[in-house]
């Protein structure tokens, strides 16, 4: 990969995760909202029990838990959700999940 590219993953995150994580549970922490945006700090939990699709490939099942902090930022209009990005900490999740040190192997290409 080069500085500055840009990996862009083509499905919706919430149903990936949700798909790797069958018990996916959001601990919520704090809701902050100014004007049309709200900020939700919260942890994403479960076990990794299915294949996660990640911009560089699919990392299988480790039956690993998962207890991760993340952020949701939500644009809002019209009483309806305009856009909508998720920010979970990868570098920890990749850590509890036990393939942070080499996740290239952990990988299926």
């Known amino acids: 990969m080069r500085i500055g590219s840009k990996l862009t993953l083509k499905t919706d995150p919430v149903r990936n995760y949700g798909m790797a994580f069958s ?7 704090h809701i902050h909202a100014d004007g049309n945006v709200v900020v939700v700090q919260l942890a994403l939990q479960g076990t990794h029990d299915g294949p996660l699709q ?7 099942a480790t039956g690993k838990q998962m207890d991760a902090p ?3 930022v939500f644009e ?3 009483g309806k959700i305009k856009r909508f990005d998720c920010y979970p900490e990868g570098s920890i999740i990749f ?3 036990g393939v942070l040190n080499n996740l290239d192997a952990a990988l299926s290409h």
Request: aromatic share 8%.
């Open 70 to 72: 993340c952020c949701d």
């Open 95 to 97: 850590a509890q999940l």
């Open 23 to 29: 018990n996916m549970h959001r601990e919520l922490y």
């Open 54 to 60: 990640l911009p560089f490939g699919k990392l299988p």
């Open 76 to 78: 809002l209009e019209g």
